[in-house]
């Protein structure tokens, strides 16, 4: 039973309660007369620690009751969701990353966005193998055990849908920053570099591309540049300190860093080296960027320089006028962020904001600017500017050179509208 201490005797201000509340009767009698008021008498009941809530009153869980942890019960609807009415199934389809809730650059594994092509396998990491062959001089048959065994790097990047962003193509749509901007995340991946394993097959001079291929139902395969594979491709069986989870491509997958989301190949099986690209259905009827004139972009890897607010947004409202922090997220497939800018106008006025640390090349970046808010509307948006000069463009940059009818690589100025209820809405500037 807890005993709880009587004070019989009016407390002093040498005794270690009087000290506490002397300094206490200070702070109060300082404030009134600051504000102009009379001194107030301070309340002992008052000064004192607030009550124990119920459950500082009892003995918790042990250690073993959850041999792996998981979030609060009160962060339950910190989760990824999916638009049904999206894709035909949810064997082909997205499910988008909870932007709105997460803090700092590095995506949980839970919450990391999932694309599939034929839904997502189960594979047994003692009998998966990785096939390299082709224009090689000693073709391999990679065991997990075997790759393991090569160096290891660990480096952290994001990767990002190309459809990203596509429903914003012809108008704002979807209400909501998950479902606008919810296809990127970004992790640790530990794995071994591409360059490595491809040195070991003895490379011939004819070499110019490689396929790279999935254990997946879809067989899903794209074409890769030889020199990108040898540059920063990495072959990878961790994510963020743990084996890659089953929709990440347990137990292998390629990353590809700042290059679209659909070559990062998950549940990599097969790697083949040739002269020319193979013009699979995935780089042919599926990712090329469709112009006005009617013909077809084709091999348009690159992520562009693209940011959002994500505090405020849709999901997380202004709650009455005051000092707020602006937040937000920033990338590039170029290499690093270089800065961005903030605006609260609907981009008339720009005011540069702090980048927070790490700011690494290919991944996610942080950036805030303090705000006060009047409590009238605002027209809350953010650009980015990459180490190469590239500037974010606006939607009606982008439609003037491409038109409306794509569905890829929008990376365009989101604009968030701040009514003067707090209320956040996804907008369009024309």
Known sequence: MRSKAVLSDPATPD??????SFLGLGAVLTGSLAL??????????QESPPADAP????????VVDRPYGR?????????????????????????????????????PN??????????????????HKLMIHGLVERPLLLTMKDIMRFPSVSRIHFIECPANGGMNWRAAQMNSLQFSHGMVSCAEWTGVRLSTLLEETGIKKQAKWAMVEGADGAHMNRSLPLDKCLDDCLVVYAQNG???????????????????????????RRIKLGEKPWHSREETSKYTDLMPDGTSRGFTWLIDAKSVVTFPCPEKPLDGPGLY??????????????????????????????LHEPVLSKALTRFSLPWRWDGRPALVASRVI??????????????????????????????????????VFNVQLA
């Open 55 to 62: 459950w500082s009153q009892s003995i918790g869980a042990g």
């Open 325 to 354: 922090e602006i937040r937000g997220l920033a990338w590039t497939g170029n290499g690093r962020v270089k800065r961005v800018d903030v605006s609260v106008d609907g981009g008339v006025n720009w005011q540069t904001a702090r």
């Open 242 to 268: 743990e084996a890659l989870r089953p929709e990440q491509g347990y137990p292998l997958r390629l990353v590809v860093p700042g290059w679209e989301g659909n070559v990062n190949i998950k549940w990599l």
């Open 71 to 107: 979030p609060a019960d009160t962060e339950a609807s910190v989760i990824r969701r999916n638009v049904p009415w999206l894709t035909a199934s949810a064997e082909s389809s997205v499910s988008f990353s909870p932007l709105q809730d997460l803090h700092g650059i590095i995506t």
């Open 36 to 45: 102009g008021g009379k001194p107030a008498i301070a309340n002992p009941a």
């Open 386 to 423: 990459d180490e190469t000069g590239y500037v974010q463009p606006t939607i009606a940059q982008l439609r003037a050179q491409r038109g409306s009818n794509s569905v890829y690589h929008n990376n365009s100025i989101q604009t968030w509208q701040v009514k003067p209820d707090g209320s």
């Open 110 to 127: 839970g919450l990391f966005f999932e694309r599939h092509h034929a839904g997502r396998p189960d594979v047994d990491p003692a009998q």
């Open 15 to 20: 005794s270690p309660m009087g000290r506490r």
